[in-house]
């Protein structure tokens, strides 16, 4: 059998170029600097170059495909927006570590079978790790259980 173009797959890639040509676009009007000075356009535009390569090389690599597309899963795009906005919430009225449990637990029922009990031990390995991590080591202004300092 023939392969066909595959244009979902080269519209994504092309569309994941086009987003790393703005980023090139937007951090080239900061100053770049030099590679041992970075200015504040350098991050930008090195990030939005590699961006762009790596669409094209996705876009390399389906352009002819004959493995049929997966169907869309909204259950996992559900679950981890839900997780992201429940973060988004509760972090400022509860804190870093019950905001985080909610991310990790609700995002996790994207999965077809969630085991909760592996779900909730994830859930808080994060929130301590993240609060060690973020809060302790990296000095980031939030109170562990009852929201910003």
Known sequence: MP???????????????ALGGLVVIEGGSYPLGSLTRPGPGFVPVVLGALIILLALAVAFDV???????P????????????????????????????ATIALVMLSGCGETRPRLLQLAGVAIFMGLF???????????????VTGYR
Do not use: C
């Not at 392969?3 to 170029?17: C, D, H, Y």
């Not at 002819?64 to 597309?69: A, E, H, K, Y």
């Not at 869309?72 to 019950?98: H, K, M, N």
């Open 63 to 69: 352009r002819r495909s004959g493995i049929p597309r």
């Open 71 to 98: 169907d869309f899963g909204w259950r996992p795009l559900l679950a981890v927006t839900t997780g992201i906005l429940a973060f988004a919430v509760l972090v400022t009225p509860l804190g870093f570590i019950p």
């Open 130 to 144: 993240g609060y060690l991590m973020f809060i302790k080591g990296l000095g980031v202004p939030l109170d562990a």
């Open 3 to 17: 392969s066909q173009i595959n244009r979902p797959e080269l519209a994504a890639a092309f569309g994941l170029a």
